[in-house]
């Protein structure tokens, strides 16, 4: 974020302040949003009791390149995901470890493996299908963990107030291009470090022609709590 977008969010906080003091609510009228878009392949996220058996104990996830959201990271290591009908290699690790080990793929990754992932948030694990996870050091045998992603955006407080959106609502966005259309039913996640981002899959990705970095709009449509 930039000092004029700083700035920016001070001065609305301080409005938003006065309001409250004076007993005024309030009800922004919601402004036009472009989303940048950031693109998501197969990866895995690793528990520190996973990270163990698969690179060895005490082993340490090596920083390979940040992401856009604040803290997270794609890691040097990679792993080997195997099901009842194939496998895929050099499937990639992000940072940083995680309470529980998560599996990510897209639905063409689940025929090649031969198991119906959910398409869930993330963190949403319960009755989801397990995989074998194999890495250097060890494999592991998970009995619940993979899924497809749902298509979310990251949003702060502040930018979210600014245009209307609620953390869990489920919104449309319009997607320019030959190939473009509105892609419904995505989630709204606000968090106080966000970096405004949408996450789709590759999948999606191809399907409407976007590329990392392309933005989309929101539909004014209606929108949908979550």
């Not at 969010?9 to 949003?33: C, D, K």
Request: aromatic residues 2%; glycine residues 10%; negative net charge.
């Amino acid at each position: 974020m930039n000092s004029s977008q700083q700035q920016a969010e001070l001065i609305t906080q301080q409005i938003i302040q006065e309001l409250a003091a004076r007993g005024t609510p309030f009800s922004p009228v919601p402004q036009a949003l472009e989303i940048p878009i950031g693109i998501s392949n197969r990866h895995v996220h690793l528990s520190r009791e996973d990270m163990d058996t698969l690179f060895g104990s005490g082993s340490t996830l090596t920083r390979m390149k940040a992401v856009k959201q604040p803290g997270q990271y794609a890691a040097e290591e990679t792993v080997t995901l195997r099901g009842p009908k194939g496998q895929l290699a050099n499937v990639r690790v992000l940072g940083p470890l995680r309470r529980a080990t998560q599996i990510e793929i897209s639905v063409s990754d689940g025929f090649t493996l031969g198991v119906k992932a959910p398409v869930r948030m993330s963190g949403d694990l319960e009755r989801s299908p397990g995989i074998e996870i194999i890495g250097p050091r060890g494999s592991i045998k998970k009995t619940e963990g993979t899924i497809v992603a749902w298509r979310h955006i990251h949003i702060s407080p502040i930018q979210a107030r600014q245009s209307g959106l609620q953390d869990g609502m489920e919104i449309d966005v319009q997607v320019a291009g030959q190939r473009g259309g509105v892609l419904s039913h995505v989630v709204v996640r606000v968090s106080e470090d966000a970096v405004l981002e949408m996450h789709i899959d590759v999948e999606e990705a191809n399907s409407v022609g976007l590329r990392n970095g392309d933005c989309v709009t929101r539909a004014m449509t209606e929108c949908h709590d979550g």
